[in-house]
């Protein structure tokens, strides 16, 4: 921090903008050379000495993904779970987190920590009595085996995001219908519902992001090429091609693009919905 | 009208209409329909499972023989014989109390850089919204960003030996010597936005008051920041700090993107240590032990976590 004697001077101005501008390269740099590495041809990625900006632009990698069907197929397969996984976690979510921020009950508090520690439980401990069921109930390397597991992730965050979020609305709000006669029910699909947009997208965003990257369970519980996710066909494709680095860098764009494009619409919401769900739970 | 009154009077008129159950029952049971449906499917998702993989510990031949047999604490004393166990278990400490030793300084120090008012509010917001980029990013991918500029042949070696501070090629995550930095590095780069977003949401909650009066008693920055910033902050700081603890003691897919465990070993943590018991070498009792150890771990510091939210 700045030391008093400067403080009428230009110096901590100048150093905030120092650390600023370092900040921003260790932030964004490797972003910056995955996307422009994406646009390389394969021999110019390790031309020495190094440069970020590429001789030749091209394309040839993305169009080589678009052209392979195998590779559409990882990007339709992740849309589809993270989609279905964020739709089914928000309904769940939604009525879940009506129920935790209206209403006292017994075992609130039981059910509350119960939520939060779900947080904290290890994949891999999970992972292996899932294997054992998947298999056991005949839906090993399926879409049904991917969705339902990953709600297991997704939901406490969900309700957690939620949750904040309704607290901050006035229970004015939904008691309005009430008094009119009318159920809680209604009150929380007709008003609190609608007015919960931002919350809503913040929750949304943030399961998306949950099930796009999610990979362990991807790995395991799916085998055939036509069921594999984003995250598996990078894997698989560092494994079969390891030099093919423009290749796998444009992947990585396409991989990344829906959640950068998600999160760059919603951040304002996204931002607002994380510290409000996180910081003050 | 308060709320449990409303919910009184709707409970009342719902309960005339259907005249079998009585208004006070059925006012109780509205909760609960409400958060069953997440609880319940947290029970079969996680509860069931936990039983499971506990039962699978206790057995030899789990999920691979169909009679697999009672085999007691025999697993887990077979894991504690292991010295690759015991060396994972040191790697990932390190790893781990690396990645949030750093992401704490690394958060604390953008969010302080974005809290100050010498920036132009436009640049700040702008700023705001790329530091948080790398959090976006799928594990898998930072594993291949971190292996292209990490390479030999890499960006980051050349601009190194340019500057005179390595001599020769090095091999990071090819090198025994080398391979757990990189990871941790990765990792860290990684990971530090989430303190990033909270530590400035918590600036933004001190009271400015508290600087002012400091101010008028002759504090300077330092023992401003020492004596309020870091003490208000410090609710947020154990709570993530806890979190990121848990969860990076779990990491599993930037280890085997990057590494895959190796070289020999040397940058096996306990996951990927559990993760090759069960699916490369099939040993899902072994394997299972491995996993209860590791979530009695992250339990037993979930539970400071609780106790540390329930406090605040």
């Known amino acids: 921090m700045a030391k008093r004697s400067f403080k009428s001077s230009a110096l901590p101005t100048i150093l905030t903008y120092l650390g600023l501008a370092i900040g921003l390269v260790f932030s964004t740099f490797p972003i910056v050379w995955m996307f422009f590495s994406s646009l390389k041809s394969n021999t110019e990625i390790f031309a020495l000495p190094p440069r970020l900006l590429p001789d030749d632009f091209t394309v040839a990698a993305y169009l080589t993904i678009f052209n392979d069907p195998v590779k559409v197929r990882f990007f339709i397969n992740s849309y589809f779970v993270a989609g279905v996984v964020t739709c089914l976690t928000l309904v769940v979510a939604i009525v879940t987190a009506y129920g935790f921020s209206r209403y006292q009950f017994r075992f609130k508090n039981t059910l509350n920590i119960f939520i939060i520690s779900t947080q904290t439980v290890p994949p891999i401990t999970l992972l292996i009595p899932y294997f054992g069921m998947v298999v056991a109930f005949r839906i090993f390397d399926t879409y049904l085996a991917l969705i339902l597991t990953y709600m297991v992730f997704t939901l406490p965050y969900a309700v957690l995001l939620m949750t904040g979020y309704l607290n901050t609305l006035p229970k004015e709000l939904d008691e309005a219908v009430l008094v009119d006669g009318g159920s809680s029910w209604t009150a929380l699909w007709r008003v609190i519902v609608p007015v919960s947009i931002p919350g809503i997208v913040a929750t949304a965003v943030y399961t998306f992001l949950l099930a796009w990257n999610e990979f362990l369970f991807a790995l395991t519980l799916t085998k055939s090429m036509n069921l594999r996710t984003v995250p598996i066909g990078i894997q698989l494709l560092m494994g079969q091609h390891a030099f093919e680095w423009n290749e796998m860098m444009a992947m990585s764009v396409l991989g990344s693009l829906p959640l950068l494009v998600l999160y760059l619409v919603a951040q304002r919401y996204f931002l607002a919905g994380m510290t409000a769900g996180s910081v003050k739970s | ?312």
Request: glycine letters at 4%; proline letters at 4%; charged letters at 10%.
């Open chain 2, 1 to 312: 009208m308060n709320h449990s009154a409303t919910a009184l009077v709707v409970a009342q008129s719902k309960a005339r209409r259907k005249g079998w159950l009585r208004y006070s029952t059925l006012r109780k049971l509205v909760p609960y329909f409400y958060v069953s449906p997440a609880s319940l499917l947290l029970v079969l998702l996680m509860l069931f499972p936990m039983v499971m993989v506990f039962r699978y510990s206790l057995m030899d031949g789990a999920i691979m023989k169909k009679d697999a047999a009672f085999a007691g604490v025999q697993n887990y004393m077979t894991i504690f014989e292991n010295p690759v166990f015991w060396q994972s278990v040191v790697q990932t400490l390190y790893f781990t109390i690396m990645s949030v030793v750093f992401h704490f300084i690394i958060g604390l120090a953008f969010a302080l850089l974005l809290n100050t008012n010498r920036v132009d509010p436009l640049i700040r917001s702008i700023l705001r919204v790329l530091f948080i980029l790398p959090w976006l990013f799928t594990a898998v991918i930072i594993a291949i960003i971190w292996r292209l500029l990490l390479d030999p042949n890499g960006v980051i070696n050349s601009v190194l030996m340019a500057l005179h501070i390595i001599n020769f090629k090095v091999e990071w995550f090819s090198s025994t010597r080398t391979a757990i930095h990189a990871l941790t590095f990765a990792n860290i780069w990684a990971g530090y936005p989430l303190y990033m977003v909270s530590l400035l949401a918590g600036l933004q909650g001190i009271s400015k008051e508290l600087y002012e009066a400091a101010g008028i008693d002759g504090a300077n920055e330092v023992q401003k920041f020492w004596y309020i910033t870091i003490p208000q902050l410090m609710p947020i700081i154990i709570s993530i700090a806890l979190l990121d603890f848990i969860w990076t003691m779990q990491v599993f897919p930037l280890v085997w993107m990057t590494t895959g465990g190796g070289p020999i070993y040397s940058t096996e943590v306990l996951s990927t240590f559990t993760y090759k018991l069960a699916f490369s070498q099939y040993e899902f009792s072994l394997a299972s032990a491995s996993a209860m150890i590791i979530l009695i771990i992250s339990m037993s510091v979930t539970y400071f976590y609780i106790k540390h939210q329930q406090r605040r």
